[in-house]
């Protein structure tokens, strides 16, 4: 079964800095994709960014990137210029690339504080 | 496109009653999925459907809940006989038939069994 560990229980950064979110995964899976999703307080939960497993090149939104290590397994988050909106639970999560295994797996979550 | 709807947004009641939550995906998502979220932790899946057919369900899924979705549209999950460890968020996300892969989220219906 696939894991997704998120070492990181709570982050600060301050308003304008850059900030660098931690993702662990485990698969013994070839074929699969990657998302973080933001989770702001009494809100619903939106996708930030994705990456599929298959591609070598980084995913970037805007101020959201990604460094995706697939050997490592890992997948951290990077948020540049951090603003007062960006405040909220950060959640890494694994799906499986088969046709039919369309679950999320998520890990615990990272929540992040914006000093103004 | 409005998003994603669930109701009731919130709902307590008492151990051995039972519930049943609503989820109105986005028009012309054929694929809907249920997720519940205890405080602290992400969400765990719990369920699965393509347009009408329940194609996968989780462990957690014991035999007091049940989730439907006749005619492929809006779902329904129950949960029966509740008990004190079924307070949770539960969550509701459908997507696309495409590649995309992304699931779009609803606002949740917070449960709290007293």
């Known amino acids: 079964a696939q894991t997704v560990t998120q070492s990181q229980p709570e982050m600060s950064v301050q308003e304008a800095e850059t900030v660098t979110l931690s993702c662990t995964y485990d698969?013994?899976?070839?074929?699969?994709?990657l998302f973080w999703y933001k989770q702001p307080p009494s809100r619903q939960m939106i996708l930030v960014i994705r990456?599929?497993?298959?591609?070598?090149q980084n995913a970037t939104e805007n101020r959201f990137s990604v460094n995706f290590q697939k050997a490592a397994k890992s997948f951290s988050l990077k948020i540049s210029d951090s603003q007062l909106g960006d405040a909220a639970m950060y959640f890494c999560a694994y799906r499986s690339g088969r046709e039919y295994g369309n679950k999320l797996v998520f890990g615990a979550g990272t929540i992040l504080r914006v000093k103004s | 496109d409005t998003g994603v709807s669930q109701d009731p947004r919130h709902k307590i009641t008492k151990r051995g009653q039972n519930v049943t939550f609503r989820c109105d995906p986005i028009?012309?998502?054929?694929?809907l999925y249920w997720y519940r979220q205890t405080l602290g932790q992400g969400p765990e899946f719990l369920t699965y459907?393509?347009?009408?057919?329940?194609?996968?369900k989780s462990r957690l899924l014991s035999d007091r809940f049940s989730a439907e979705r006749p005619k492929g549209s809006f779902s329904t999950l129950e949960i029966q006989r509740t008990e004190q460890g079924d307070s949770a968020m539960y969550l509701c996300a459908s997507s696309p038939r495409t590649i995309s892969y992304e699931q779009y989220f609803g606002p949740g219906t917070r449960l709290t069994v007293t």
């Open positions: 028009s012309e998502h054929n694929r």
């Open positions: 698969t013994s899976e070839s074929d699969y994709y």
């Open positions: 459907f393509q347009n009408e057919a329940q194609l996968e």
């Open positions: 990456q599929e497993a298959y591609k070598q």
